[in-house]
């Protein structure tokens, strides 16, 4: 099972769009990777948590937290042998160890939570909360955001990942990602 949590080498960059439900990481995602003319991944927990809902009307468990992790790696070693410089990342493990935290009294399985803290990416791109908070089947926590902002805050620091973080509208986010982003490719 490890095997199935670890990254693949790559040459490409790797961004990781990062924080709460309904803070703008897909919609910025999707932007980033048209600006620079290369592909995103998917939040892999999105698809697998609505077919579960569709199915048996039931939100996210602590036993999924495992199959969602392998799944957006899985994405991920796919997708960074077809991107040309840059890969977006709609999410990574960290975020799913946050969320493992958060939900579940504190825990987060080992085995995630080592792929968590080993697994790397160039640059974490922070959404802000400013932006209104947008209602579907698997969003649960409108009057939580800004405890779960500070949560994936401070994992970010707690870990030491090379962060920015972005608000306003997606005009202004756009501006922010890629000044940082373009500074990585010229360091490169």
Same mark, same amino acid.
């Given at each position: 099972? #490890?095997?199935?949590?670890?990254?693949?080498?790559?040459?490409?960059?790797?961004?990781?769009?990062? +924080?709460? =439900?309904?803070?703008?990481? *897909?919609?910025?995602?999707?932007?980033?990777?048209?600006?620079?003319? *290369?592909?995103?991944? #998917?939040?892999?927990?999105?698809?697998?948590? &609505?077919?579960?809902?569709?199915? #048996?009307?039931?939100?996210?468990?602590?036993?999924?937290?495992?199959?969602?992790?392998? +799944?957006?790696?899985?994405?991920?070693? =796919?997708?960074?042998?077809?991107?040309?410089?840059?890969?977006?990342?709609? *999410?990574?493990?960290?975020?799913?160890?946050?969320?493992? &935290?958060?939900?579940?009294? +504190?825990?987060?399985?080992?085995?995630? =939570?080592?792929?968590?803290? #080993?697994?790397?990416?160039?640059?974490?791109?922070?959404?802000?909360?400013?932006?209104?908070?947008?209602?579907?089947?698997?969003?649960?926590?409108?009057?939580?955001?800004?405890?779960?902002?500070?949560?994936?805050?401070?994992?970010?620091?707690?870990?030491?990942?090379?962060?920015?973080?972005?608000? +306003?509208?997606?005009?202004?986010?756009? &501006?922010?990602?890629?000044?940082?982003?373009?500074?990585?490719?010229?360091?490169?």
């Amino acid at each position: 099972m #490890e095997k199935n949590l670890k990254q693949v080498k790559s040459d490409c960059l790797k961004v990781v769009l990062y +924080g709460p =439900e309904s803070s703008g990481k *897909t919609t910025l995602s999707r932007e980033l990777a048209k600006y620079y003319n *290369t592909i995103w991944i #998917e939040e892999f927990a999105r698809e697998y948590l &609505q077919e579960k809902w569709n199915k #048996e009307n039931k939100t996210c468990e602590l036993n999924d937290m495992l199959p969602i992790a392998i +799944g957006q790696i899985k994405l991920e070693n =796919e997708f960074c042998k077809k991107a040309n410089k840059i890969l977006f990342c709609d *999410t990574d493990l960290l975020e799913t160890k946050v969320y493992s &935290q958060t939900y579940y009294n +504190g825990f987060c399985d080992p085995v995630l =939570e080592k792929y968590a803290l #080993e697994n790397k990416y160039d640059l974490y791109i922070l959404t802000d909360i400013d932006i209104p908070w947008i209602k579907d089947d698997l969003r649960d926590r409108p009057n939580n955001r800004k405890e779960m902002f500070l949560a994936f805050k401070e994992a970010l620091i707690k870990y030491n990942r090379p962060y920015i973080l972005v608000s +306003g509208n997606l005009r202004n986010r756009m &501006q922010i990602a890629i000044f940082e982003i373009d500074k990585l490719l010229s360091s490169n």
